[in-house]
């Protein structure tokens, strides 16, 4: 068994948040430019939030610099920090099978276990502490590191073949994600991608992008197999 990095996104393959994500960055958008509908007109799924502010910025005709990215990160944190806990147990969960596919993986000798996330390093936490699962990932590829997926992507495999003490180039890197952005980023790496169809996109769509795998959610045996095992 080649030693293993498995990077998992959060929004729409580990949990979802009952739209406190999106709520949070309109009302970021409100406090600082009095627009609530900056970015009603584009779809978040697999974009960074860097990527999403410097869109929103853009589509209400704000000059995008880094530090007006920066100030709305910073004030989209403090939404979110609000929000989630106001959000429905029902409508904020830990899809089927995640836990128990993130706590196999960690007993495993040879796995690394991290974060390939769009989301800045503190909002993901926000987000997986509401379902206690935070703690589970002691690296990660975020947001905040590149606005680039592939970039922040190459960045946490790195980070988790240096945890295992191997070279990026000797292990097995696998992404799970529920875009067709998961996994052209992953593609961009030369990683495997596990789609979820949890989010926004069906499995046979993520197939269709190229993932060599792709479930209904982690509740199918299959997937655990494909997580574990591979090709």
Known sequence: MRPTVLLFDIDG????TGGAGRRSMA???ERLHQRRDACDSFSMSGMTDRAIVRKGLSTIGVPVSEDAINALIDAYIAHLGEEVPKVDEREYRLHPGMREAVLEARSRTGFAVGLGTGNVRAGARVKLERVRIHDQ???GGF???FEDRVALIRHGAQAGAAQLGHPLEACRVVIIGDTPKDVAAAK???AETIGVGTGNFTPQALRDAGAEWAF???SVPEAMEALLVGR
């Not at 393959?13 to 979802?16: E, I």
């Open 13 to 16: 393959t580990l949990v979802t």
């Open 27 to 29: 009302l970021a958008f």
């Open 137 to 139: 990932f002691a690296f």
């Open 143 to 145: 947001g905040c590191d």
């Open 188 to 190: 961009g790496i030369g």
């Open 216 to 218: 209904a959610d982690f």
